[in-house]
């Protein structure tokens, strides 16, 4: 029942808040909901490339794992044709495609909030 009076509280207050930013100014309270709808817009779009981008990285770590582990167990077998390196390499790849879409992962937080820090101030 709290948090049910908080949400009504504060959904009374967002509509009495903005039929009484409208009476006062039309035009800047168009230009704040644009702002508003702006921002809930970019973070959708951010929200979706952030979501597919971590699903990506997850798979990219996972691929990681499965050439770790398939060395793992097959030690033996891989120290006596000589393949140690090339297990490495093919694992050092896989964590290097992960680090540069983890870069990626940054630069488009950063990105996302500057944009919308901008945008609300």
């Known amino acids: 029942s709290y ?12 509509v009495f808040g903005s ?14 909901f644009g702002g508003i709808v702006l921002v809930g817009y970019l ?3 951010y929200g ?13 770590f996972a691929e990681g794992t499965a050439v770790a582990e ?3 167990s097959m030690s033996e077998t891989v ?14 790849s896989a964590q290097s495609k ?4 983890e870069e990626v992962q940054a630069w488009a937080y950063g990105t996302h909030k500057f944009f919308s820090d901008s945008l609300q101030t």
């Open 48 to 60: 979706n490339f952030a979501r597919d981008l971590a699903e990506t990285v997850q798979e990219t």
């Open 43 to 45: 973070a959708s779009v």
């Open 70 to 72: 398939t060395s793992f």
């Open 19 to 32: 039929i009484y930013l409208i009476k006062i100014s039309p035009k800047l309270s168009m230009w704040a």
């Open 98 to 101: 992960a680090l540069e879409l």
């Open 3 to 14: 948090h049910v009076n908080v949400v009504l509280r504060q959904f009374a207050q967002f």
């Open 79 to 92: 120290r006596a044709f000589d393949g140690t390196e090339i297990e490495s390499e093919k694992y050092e």
